[in-house]
């Protein structure tokens, strides 16, 4: 179907999660803007997943950008899951449109076949870098035959297809937030548009999609704006109108740095399985970026939308301070009434489907009832206390230097999140990733399982260590583990002290 007609004045919008994790912080900041501006003026919130990443796109991970959303309260009106008339809204399931697009850059020459090799490349960017000069690619392919091309492309040739980046002037564009942006032309890179493996990179995705689904507003993180004169040439080359564009400041942690899991958790489910309400969340986020007047810092989603205008949206980096929202948080428990209250703990931190691994793992454990909830304790929380039984686990690696240990626990903190087995958490995925981990980096398993079981509990005695980092759950235990490599990097040496 094609794009709406321009006499539709009502705004349509969009965000394009990639299916590649956890659902980001970012990802709902990014669905409260885009949905308070097309909710204010009536228009249309599209969800659209960007899964041509194969190798990384889960069925999982799309359920969860489902989930996490419709937690805070952030519907939309199009997407995979509730259809609408510009579908399908899985950019897998729309190959057939981006092959045609490509061929009518092809033909129009704005876009070109290049059969360069990975090793060729390769050896362009290492040159690149011992020049310290420009980099990207070279345009070594820009001159070949269209028609010559075409036929080695027919014939089998592995290839991919290129933007024709014009060689002078400039691209510029206007962006809602900050005027007009201009790029020399000579700085842009002619940029992949479709992979060798016929999936469409970002770019083309983003631009066709866009186009056909209607987008007339593009409201994004301020990573995008280098990527945004690639676009503008590709709408130039189709010959189509450009949305209108608007890029926010990236969220930021207190320190000024980029929001990463290295340093806070960014997953939208750490803060729900920790306790934060969904509305106190959204209007927190709310405050990033966006000011209702008057020094006004609570307030609903409804008020946001009835309130939202873009002299009220800052563009520079807002902080995502985790003091301020567990203040916010605690402000908001304490003015619920006891009913609502309950009820909460019961719908959020005690519901059936939570509590029954942990009565499986603790009735062979537990002399009484009462037992129960000190037993448990561990899984419910943040930080946990390490310093009892750090002198037994201490003994486990007492012939590895601190800085080997330090080592290892990040490094098996960073392969969670690359191993496929790990990424589910449960169970069985994380021991076969955990042994197979040990082997790798010469740890031997008890050593590191007895580390794991202090990080995750506080305690050396616990339940059968993989399912008690199954229960303890992603989130937490990535939080535990930043908090006991900082404990562990901080002992004084033992026996086995670096070696100078």
């Avoid at 399931?93 to 090793?119: D, I, N």
């Avoid at 006891?338 to 499986?360: A, C, I, N």
């Avoid at 062979?364 to 390490?386: S, T, W």
Wanted: charged share 30%.
């Amino acid at each position: 179907m094609s794009a709406p007609s321009d006499s539709n004045s009502a705004p349509r919008v969009r965000i394009a999660p990639s299916p590649t994790g956890d659902p980001h912080v970012g990802t709902a900041y990014m669905g409260l803007f885009n949905y308070a501006f097309a909710r204010r003026h009536g228009g249309k919130f599209i969800l659209r997943i960007e899964d041509t990443d194969q190798a990384r796109s889960t069925p999982g991970s799309e359920q969860a950008i489902f989930e996490a959303l419709r937690w805070l309260g952030i519907e939309w009106d199009e997407g995979p899951d509730v259809g609408g008339p510009f579908g399908p809204y899985r950019q897998s399931e729309r190959l057939p449109t981006y092959a045609l697009e490509v061929e009518r850059l092809l033909q129009s020459g704005h876009a070109y076949r290049c059969f360069c090799t990975r090793e060729r490349l390769a050896e362009l960017r290492k040159q690149q870098v011992e020049a310290k000069g420009k980099f990207g690619y070279d345009g070594h392919c820009r001159s070949l035959d269209p028609e010559t091309a075409k036929a080695r492309a027919e014939a089998g040739e592995a290839c991919v297809v290129r933007l024709r980046v014009p060689d002078e002037g400039e691209t510029l564009f206007v962006d809602g937030l900050r005027g007009t942006i201009r790029f020399a032309n000579a700085e842009i890179d002619d940029q992949v548009l479709m992979k060798s493996d016929g999936f469409p990179t970002y770019h083309l995705a983003n631009v066709v999609d866009d186009h056909r689904m209607g987008i007339t507003h593009v409201i994004r993180g301020e990573e995008w704006i280098t990527s945004t004169p690639k676009h503008v040439l590709l709408y130039q080359a189709f010959g189509w109108k450009m949305p209108e564009f608007f890029h926010l400041g990236l969220l930021r942690n207190p320190d000024g740095t980029k929001l990463s899991k290295r340093k806070n958790p960014v997953s939208v489910f750490y803060y729900r399985e920790m306790g934060y309400l969904p509305e106190t969340f959204v209007n927190f986020m709310g405050t990033l970026g966006f000011s209702m007047g008057d020094d006004v810092e609570r307030f609903t989603l409804a008020e946001m939308v009835e309130a939202f205008e873009w002299e009220k949206v800052h563009p520079g980096g807002p902080v995502f301070d985790p003091v301020k929202l567990a203040a916010f948080n605690a402000d908001d428990i304490r003015d619920l009434d006891d009913e609502e209250l309950y009820r909460r703990l019961l719908e959020r931190v005690l519901p059936r489907e939570r509590l029954m691994p942990m009565v499986r793992q603790t009735k062979e454990r537990i002399k009484r009832l009462d037992d129960f909830v000190p037993y448990v304790a561990c899984f419910f929380g943040g930080e946990v206390d390490y310093r009892a039984d750090w002198p037994k686990a201490q003994k486990k690696v007492k012939k590895r230097a601190r800085k080997e240990v330090v080592d290892a626990l990040k490094g098996w903190l960073d392969e969670i999140e690359r191993d496929p087995r790990a990424r589910a958490f449960d169970a069985e995925g994380l021991e076969a990733f955990s042994r197979d981990y040990c082997e790798a980096s010469g740890f031997k398993a008890g050593e590191l399982f007895t580390l794991l079981r202090l990080a995750s509990t506080g305690r050396m005695a616990t339940p059968p260590l993989f399912d008690t980092l199954e229960i303890v759950g992603k989130d937490r235990m990535r939080e535990r583990l930043r908090g006991f490599i900082a404990f562990v990097a901080g002992q004084p040496d033992w026996a086995a002290a670096d070696k100078k």
